[in-house]
C-alpha cells in the first residue's frame, strides 16, 4: 500500500511550478504540480498518455491551439504526443498522473524550461 497528501507540506513559489513526486506504484506515478497564481509551464509534450486532475484551483490548460478552463475536480486525460500548456488562474494543485515508463524527471525538466 502507498499513501500521500496532495495537501500536507504544500508550497507555491511565485516564479516556477513546485513539483512533488508522491508515489510511485507497478502502473503509475503521481506527482503533484502546485503552481502559483500567474505561473505557466510552457507548451510541451510527453511520449506516453497521461491524466491530469484539478484538485484545487484553476488553470487555462492549452491543447491542440485552444484553451480549457479547469476548476477543482476536473480531469482532463491526453494520449501522447499532444502539445499542451498551462496558465494558473488560482493557486492550483495538479495531480498528474504518468505511466509506468513515463519519466517524472521530465515533468521538472518542463518547468525548468
Given amino acids: 500500500m502507498k499513501n500521500a497528501s496532495l495537501t500536507q507540506n504544500l508550497k507555491f513559489n511565485k516564479d516556477k511550478p513546485l513539483i512533488?513526486?508522491?508515489?510511485?506504484?507497478?502502473?503509475?506515478k503521481e506527482i503533484?504540480?502546485?503552481?502559483?497564481?500567474?505561473?505557466?509551464?510552457?507548451?510541451h509534450k510527453t511520449s506516453f498518455p497521461i491524466v491530469i486532475e484539478i484538485h484545487d484551483g484553476e488553470i487555462d490548460f492549452g491543447v491542440s491551439g485552444e484553451i480549457k478552463n479547469m476548476t477543482k475536480?476536473?480531469?482532463?486525460?491526453?494520449?501522447a504526443n499532444v502539445p499542451h500548456d498551462l496558465?494558473?488562474?488560482k493557486?492550483?494543485?495538479?495531480?498528474?498522473?504518468l505511466t509506468k515508463q513515463d519519466?517524472?524527471?521530465?515533468v521538472q525538466d518542463v518547468v525548468n524550461q
Fill in 87 to 89: 496558465l494558473a488562474k
Fill in 91 to 97: 493557486n492550483t494543485i495538479v495531480r498528474l498522473t
Fill in 32 to 43: 503533484r504540480i502546485a503552481l502559483h497564481q500567474g505561473t505557466t509551464m510552457k507548451e
Fill in 20 to 28: 512533488t513526486i508522491l508515489f510511485e506504484t507497478d502502473f503509475t
Fill in 103 to 106: 519519466k517524472s524527471e521530465r
Fill in 73 to 79: 475536480g476536473d480531469l482532463i486525460a491526453l494520449e
